[in-house]
């Protein structure tokens, strides 16, 4: 079976605008890229399974004829997912517009800090323990009492 070339390149559109779409900071873009990319994906499960055939039920169809069941269940999920993930979005995208008056994803402080750290070299938090304090390691453990030791308890 050869795919169709039509539903080839507009698997390729779907998903590259998708992916696009989903680069950048509004939310109402990400959405509209999310959802361009998950159909896009349903289009390349639905090519990639083969042939259309009769239905999968048995004994009224001749297993040689009939359509991959298993492909139609991953692109029910497939719709399910995308369904549920583009819930979680609009209403992220409609929260942030309530609190901000904009859709748009901000570059998080933390972020940058660690970022410019990283760029410099430098550890991003001070660690007490990793100063030197001259004492070895011999010294500091004839200073610590050893419970299992049988001398030190008597």
């Known amino acids: 079976m050869t795919p169709n070339a039509v539903l080839v390149l507009a698997i390729g559109v779907l998903v590259a605008t998708g ?6 900071r509004s939310l109402t ?16 499960l639905l090519v990639a399974g083969g042939a259309a ?4 039920i048995v004994g009224e169809t001749p297993v040689g004829k009939m ?8 692109i029910l999920t497939a719709i399910v997912i995308t369904l549920g993930l583009t819930a979680f979005i609009l209403a992220m995208a409609y929260r942030s517009w309530q609190l901000h008056g904009h859709d748009e994803v901000q570059d998080d402080v933390e972020d940058r800090r660690i970022a410019r750290l990283a760029a410099r070299n430098e550890p991003s938090f001070e660690d007490a ?13 004839a200073t610590v009492r ?3 030791d049988e001398e030190a308890a008597e």
């Open 129 to 141: 323990d990793a100063e030197e304090s001259g004492e070895t390691l011999d010294d500091t453990a």
């Open 67 to 74: 359509s991959d069941p298993l492909v139609q269940a991953l």
């Open 53 to 56: 055939g009769g239905a999968p």
């Open 29 to 44: 873009r990400v959405l509209i890229g999310f959802i361009l990319l998950g159909n896009g994906v349903n289009l390349l």
């Open 146 to 148: 050893d419970e299992t």
């Open 19 to 24: 992916v696009y779409l989903m680069l950048e």
